[in-house]
């Protein structure tokens, strides 16, 4: 299949395993974020880090969206989905996130009306297909997802729909980068930036990551190849003393990103003063919620919501995994009280999640290459 | 669209998008129909990439094309 089979093959993985060996220095740790919860994914589904050097260690950021948000978030989604004549709609995966009293499937199964969707549109259809129901959208995701959902928006407006409104945790990927880059718990050799994430907001976002912190960035595709690659670009960048942002994944991402969706999200969206992260706390301007020309599709105002803060279960670690001071394995229910099956944190959830790309692809420690 | 949450790339959890190849366009309603890898269908909104045309390969996540390939 073009543009999957060339960067699946063993033989170029093997030579590019052997120049990242060749490439690194003895003695010297180095710690790369991969920044998407895909990368996550790709990297234990295809044994990536197997073929990295002992000294070479992934370090899994918070760039899966459905891992980042708060309890709190799913008890207010909960309380619009119990709202007589309601029909909730979202993502899949969101529907087992825990909230403090059990997740939207406990709720669905308790009588809420509560529908996963594949996209926003989605919902909207739903709403036109059911004029006498509200029917609320609970949108998250970064800038790759926020697109949709403002022209589900744009559409609902313009056509008239009016039992149509979203309850908007949308989230922008360079707060919180910037808020583990000042983490003095993290010390980070380069990134490996979010390929899709790209596609939207282009390359140009990420230069502060050389400029003001001096740390190489290389955005990267979601095939093994892809991963490696970028590895190998960090590499020579810190080899030959450069630190820029390099763009791996030119056949898809353009270095100025995708302006007509970044128009549209402007149009829609605006960004919160601060907006609260599962395990990072409350991070400013990284959120979006609807612009003031939109405030009749905002299900925070057409409903009410509880709005309180819930702190995580003591025993869940997925903070520190989220900015990845620990390896999911090494929190302390992973694998026992928190399983795909029954997750107690959001990094469990979510097949991109660090926790659950662990658990289902890597939870047996392998031998590597020792330097 | 047959994704779920074990497949590769799960569109409910975040920022992958997914190749599909256009098989019709409803210019009106800036909508294409098009084709994952998998033989899925889908109905995709084409606004931020349009004009498209039947043959393209485009990128779509949550039911938007995001780039062309």
């Known amino acids: 299949m073009k543009f999957v089979d060339e960067f699946r093959d063993a033989e170029l993985g093997r030579a590019l395993a052997a120049e990242i060996l060749a490439a690194v220095e003895p003695g010297h740790h180095y710690k790369f974020m991969e920044v998407c919860g895909g990368h996550t994914h790709s990297i234990y589904k295809y044994g990536v880090d197997d073929l990295l050097p002992e000294n070479v260690e992934l370090v899994h950021g918070p760039g899966c969206p459905v891992c980042v948000i708060p309890m709190g978030r799913v008890d207010d989604g909960i309380a619009i989905a119990h709202e007589p004549g309601v029909i909730f709609t979202c993502f899949g995966d969101m529907m087992r996130v825990p909230g403090s009293n059990g997740s939207l499937l406990e709720a669905k199964a308790a009588g809420a009306d509560i529908r996963m969707v594949y996209s926003p549109l989605d919902a909207l259809r739903i709403a036109k297909a059911n004029p006498d129901r509200e029917v609320v959208f609970f949108a998250i995701g970064f800038e790759t997802t926020a697109p949709s959902t403002a022209l589900t928006l744009k559409r609902a407006r313009a056509e008239g729909v009016r039992n149509f409104s979203c309850m908007c945790n949308h989230v922008t990927i360079v707060p919180p980068l910037r808020a583990l880059l000042d983490s003095p718990d993290l010390r980070l050799d380069g990134f490996i930036g979010p390929g899709h994430v790209s596609t939207v907001v282009g390359a140009r976002p990420f230069e502060f990551i050389p400029a003001d912190y001096g740390r190489p960035v290389v955005i990267a595709g979601f095939e093994p190849l892809d991963i490696l690659h970028a590895i190998r670009m960090i590499l020579a960048q810190l080899d030959e003393g450069r630190c820029e942002v390099q763009n791996q994944y030119k056949r898809v991402v353009p270095w100025q990103g995708n302006l007509r969706a970044l128009e549209v999200m402007a149009e829609v969206f605006e960004l919160r003063p601060h907006f609260e992260w599962r395990g990072l706390g409350f991070i400013s301007q990284s959120g979006l919620k609807l612009s003031d020309a939109y405030a009749e599709l905002d299900a925070e105002l057409r409903f009410a919501v509880p709005g309180v803060r819930v702190a995580d279960p003591k025993a869940c670690q997925c903070g520190e995994v989220l900015k990845g001071v620990i390896k999911p394995w090494e929190c302390k229910v992973f694998g026992t009280a928190c399983t795909p099956e029954r997750p107690i944190g959001t990094c469990m959830v979510s097949s991109e999640g660090a926790c659950a790309a662990y658990y289902n692809f890597g939870r047996f420690a392998r031998e590597k290459e020792a330097v | ?69």
């Open chain 2, 1 to 69: 669209m047959t994704l779920d949450c074990h497949s590769d790339h799960c569109i409910t959890c975040s920022d992958e998008g997914v190749p599909m190849k256009v098989l019709g366009v409803d210019e009106e309603r800036v909508l294409a129909l098009c084709e994952g890898e998998d033989g899925s269908r889908q109905s995709v909104e084409v606004a931020l990439v349009d004009p498209v045309a039947v043959g393209d390969s485009l990128l779509v996540h949550a039911g938007v094309g995001l780039v062309r390939l």
